[in-house]
C-alpha cells in the first residue's frame, strides 16, 4: 500500500510562522498554514513582502506547492540551521498574471533538500497586494531528526 505524502507545512503538524512583513486583521499570516484554501494571508502593500515558516526539527523536502493571487515573482530559500539566519535559494521564478485565478507555484529539489526553515519573498506583483491562499511541502523529518542527531555533528 503506498501512504500519500503528508503536507509538513501545516500549524497542525507543528509547522510555524516565524516572520512575515504584514498583517491584515481580517487575512493574517497563520492562514497559509491552516490548509485551507478558503482562507489566506494578505500583504499589505510595497514590496518585497516574505514569510518564513519554521519546522520543529530539520525536514527532508521533496515538493513544495504555493498558492497565492497575484505575484509576479517568487524567491524562494531554504535555511539548514537552527536559527532563520543563513539561506540559500532554491527558486527565483517569475509566475504570469492568472487575474482572479490562484497561481500554483510548484518547485522539486533535484537534490534532496534538508531545511528547517523556508523563506518566502514576493519580489514583485501584479497588485498592490499579494495573497498566499496554501503552501504545501512534501517531507518527512531529516534523518538527523530521526536519529536526534544535529545535523551539524554528522560527517
Not at 540551521?81 to 498574471?97: G, V, W
Not at 510548484?106 to 518566502?120: C, E, G, I, T, Y
Amino acid at each position: 500500500m503506498v501512504v500519500p505524502p503528508e503536507n509538513i507545512a501545516l500549524a497542525s503538524n507543528g509547522a510555524k510562522l516565524a516572520l512575515a512583513t504584514s498583517e491584515h486583521p481580517k487575512h493574517p499570516p497563520d492562514c497559509i498554514l491552516d490548509g485551507n484554501l478558503k482562507t489566506f494571508w494578505i500583504s499589505t502593500g510595497l514590496y518585497p513582502q516574505e514569510f518564513v515558516v519554521s519546522f520543529p526539527a530539520p525536514v527532508s523536502i521533496s515538493k513544495i506547492i504555493v498558492s497565492s493571487m497575484k505575484v509576479a515573482h517568487w524567491n524562494i530559500e531554504a535555511c539548514k540551521t537552527d536559527k532563520p539566519l543563513q539561506f540559500e535559494s532554491i527558486s527565483d521564478q517569475s509566475l504570469e498574471d492568472t487575474d482572479n485565478v490562484l497561481q500554483t507555484h510548484a518547485v522539486s529539489p533535484q537534490d534532496p533538500l534538508v531545511a528547517r526553515h523556508l523563506r518566502f519573498e514576493a519580489t514583485r506583483g501584479y497588485s498592490p497586494f499579494i495573497s498566499v491562499h496554501r503552501l504545501v511541502v512534501y517531507g518527512e523529518l531529516s534523518d538527523a531528526s530521526a536519529k536526534n542527531v544535529p545535523a551539524a555533528a554528522e560527517s
